[in-house]
């Protein structure tokens, strides 16, 4: 009978009985650069992530991973499935970070998965307008709701208003990364869930955002790093569009190191020049990777939670970033920008039982991806158009060629139908970082860039050669037939993803 039950809900519903269906365990860091993390190439030597290592030793670690350009839109787009410019409704409003939406136009794809049999379970860092969504898209959540508590919004270590389960907010104190990790080990041990349905959590960490508060109990590590200073940490940036001309958050200190000048963050307070350790280079990136150790730790802890409750061989393990940031490279200290130091995401994929372990997939990768790939292992039909490609076929054989490219649009505060005129006012077209808008895609060795300033260069470089991205081949007479495909592919992507603005494209400098 259960057999018959089971077939009939695979026919009818599309998914099959919960017994089969696997959980998803879907951790979110933030601002958290591949560079951080060990078994990149990428990573600095001195750094030390086993759990996270392990975590990649077991699965499909990808090379390159384009999740979303900053914290906002990459969340916006991991709960809808869709690029930017077409999440509907999404407003930035008030004091920074406060944003609404319309839940009727800007639909969360967790709440098809919570009518679907599963329970949908959220815990961390909210940033995707005040509505978190309790009971419509979610059965289970504890999150820190900074648009709604603007106030708050910069508190990212300690000191959290938290809401749980749609309740009234709290404070909480402690260290954030352990709070959450406590909340999320508590849940995957059944405080909170149903033990009769299969669950999707989505684990939101603030770490490792700004300020770059390490736990205590890592302040004395990675000690006498000492980092080599980019080639381009100052101005001027030959080929480089005219906003990189003025891109400069580094000075050269009296010891010839370069010092951070510090700038107003988004949260408005003014970032602190000097970090725990010294205001040079090397002593905020050692502070950064200090605060990736606790995320280390958590990695550590839900796995072995996993296997221990009996649910890790059904549970399928995604460990990823909003997106990258650069400390230096291009003279940032930042996300945002469209190259790898400043926007490429760790992105790991586990789950043994079903995938191979130890592989590295070269395929580029981006956020909306995975929302396909989500509802295929859960059994479920798409719910509405999904602007990722489901990246089943990868994770079954990483090393297969699909022909397959990144596509990455930034549109600064805008989204959905505000985004079909694209601003000619500087101050709107650069509102976030000090970025313009532009699009961005990468095919497995070449990066194109697009900023849509009327009569800007355009952006080249071969990853393979140049993984720096220093020198930019737009002007380079052997690349014309490259570009001309990459332009015609970037607008095949706006138009597939219904950009309204993709018949008013500014033009591009003619070199």
């Known amino acids: 009978m259960n057999r018959l039950l089971s077939l009939f809900c695979l026919a009818v519903f599309g998914f099959a009985s919960a017994e089969e269906r696997p959980n998803i ?12 993390v060990g078994c990149y190439p990428e990573a600095y030597s001195f750094v030390k992530t086993p759990n996270i290592d392990a975590l990649a030793a077991k699965g499909v670690r990808f090379k390159y991973a384009y999740i979303g350009t900053w914290c ?21 409003v008030g004091k920074y970070p406060g944003s609404e939406y319309d839940p009727k136009k800007c639909r969360f794809w967790p709440s098809v998965f919570r009518n679907n049999g599963y329970q949908t379970a959220q ?16 059965d289970f959540q504890i999150v820190w709701n900074r648009p709604r508590h603007t106030s708050n919004a910069g508190s990212y270590y300690k000191d959290q208003m938290t809401e749980f389960n749609g309740g009234e907010a709290r404070m909480v104190k402690g260290y954030t990364t352990d709070n959450y990790t406590k909340w999320a080990v508590n849940y995957l041990k059944g405080e909170g869930r149903d033990p009769n349905k299969p669950w999707y959590l989505w684990l939101c960490y603030g770490a490792v955002h700004g300020p770059y508060t390490p736990a205590k109990r890592h302040l004395d590590d990675y000690p006498d790093v000492q980092v080599p200073i980019p080639a381009d940490i100052y101005p001027p940036r030959p080929g480089k ?14 010891d010839g190191l370069p010092q951070y000048k510090g700038r107003r963050r988004a949260t408005g307070e003014l970032s602190a020049t000097r970090g725990l350790h010294g205001s040079d280079l090397s002593s905020w990136v050692r502070q950064y990777h200090q605060g990736v150790l606790a995320l280390d730790e958590a990695v550590g802890q839900l796995v072995k939670t996993l296997k221990e409750t009996g649910q890790y061989e059904n549970t399928l393990i995604v460990f990823t970033a909003d997106q990258g940031f650069a400390w230096g490279q291009h003279g940032f200290r930042t996300k945002v920008a469209a190259y790898d130091a400043t926007i490429r995401s760790p992105l790991i994929v586990s789950m043994p039982k079903q995938l191979p372990a130890g592989k590295v997939c070269d395929t580029p990768v981006s956020g909306p991806d995975l929302i396909p790939t989500f509802f295929n292992f859960a059994g479920m039909n798409e719910p509405w158009k999904l602007h990722g490609r489901d990246l089943t076929p990868l994770l079954k054989n990483p090393g297969r060629k699909s022909g397959r490219a990144a596509f990455m649009v930034h549109t600064g505060r805008s989204y959905g139908s505000d985004t079909d005129t694209i601003p000619t006012d500087p101050k709107l077209l650069r509102n976030t970082a000090g970025v313009p808008w532009y699009v961005m895609l990468q095919d497995g060795r070449y990066k194109y860039v697009r900023t849509l300033v009327e009569g800007e260069t355009e ?13 930019n081949l737009a ?37």
């Not at 906002?72 to 930035?92: D, F, I, K, N, W």
């Not at 909210?126 to 979610?138: I, K």
């Not at 952006?459 to 020198?471: C, Q, S």
């Not at 990459?486 to 607008?491: F, M, N, S, T, Y």
């Open 25 to 36: 365990l879907f951790i979110y860091t933030d601002d958290h650069s591949h560079r951080t």
């Open 72 to 92: 906002m839109p990459s969340r916006a787009s991991l709960l809808t499935g869709q690029y930017q410019h077409a999440v509907e409704s999404m407003r930035m």
């Open 123 to 138: 815990i961390g860092k909210w940033h995707t307008g005040t509505d978190t969504g309790f009971g419509r898209d979610w």
């Open 241 to 254: 569009p005219a906003y990189m001309q003025e891109i400069n958050s580094w000075f050269k200190g009296e």
């Open 459 to 471: 952006e080249l470089y071969d990853l393979e050669n140049d993984p720096a991205e220093l020198n």
């Open 475 to 511: 002007a380079s007479g052997s690349q014309a037939e490259r570009l001309t495909s990459l332009r015609r592919r970037v607008v095949a992507e706006l138009r597939r993803t219904d950009a309204g603005f993709v018949d008013h494209l500014p033009s591009v400098r003619r070199h």
